[in-house]
């Protein structure tokens, strides 16, 4: 086991952590709203899907204390473009990890999993919310129906 293997998986699942943590509070604060319930749970996954190399090579898996690190974002609106920016970045810093482990083919192809969710899947959904959210908070004062747990259409 290296310490290169040791920080790319820390930086992997710290990411996902934090990933996690922001949508929770996006749901906590403006309720059930797509696509934070459904990501919230793809996030789960990829935390699991990294939990088995951290065993295989023999390294802690580190704490996840995000939740208490970060806030919910102000608006439905700023919370869409934030996991707009988390997406892109998340597949920038895939890249770079996927490259540093050429040695571990296992851990290259859990890191191209998560990538091609979050490129393929999860950007895409929040670009979507963030066209979605500036047409209703503009009509019709979307932020006051998400705080009563009403859906993001």
């Known amino acids: 086991m290296t310490e290169v293997l040791s920080s790319v998986l820390d930086e ?10 922001m949508y929770r509070l996006v749901i906590r604060k403006f309720g ?3 696509p934070f319930i459904n990501i919230v749970e793809a996030e789960s996954r990829h935390i699991q899907a990294l939990l088995p190399l951290f065993d295989k090579y023999h390294i802690p898996v580190p704490e996840d204390n995000w939740e208490s690190r970060i806030k919910a974002p102000d608006s439905v609106t700023d919370a869409c473009q934030a996991g707009v ?20 083919p296992d851990v290259q192809a859990v890191l191209k999993q998560l990538q091609r969710a979050s490129s393929e899947n999860h950007l895409p959904a929040f670009q979507r919310c963030v066209e979605r959210g500036d047409n209703a908070e503009r009509g019709r004062g979307m932020g006051q129906r998400h705080r009563h747990g009403h859906r993001f259409e």
Do not use: W
């Open 12 to 21: 992997a699942i710290n990411d996902e952590y934090k990933a996690r943590a």
């Open 85 to 104: 920016q988390a997406e892109v970045d998340n597949a920038e810093m895939y890249n770079r990890l996927i490259e540093s482990t050429e040695q571990y």
């Open 32 to 34: 059930e709203i797509r």
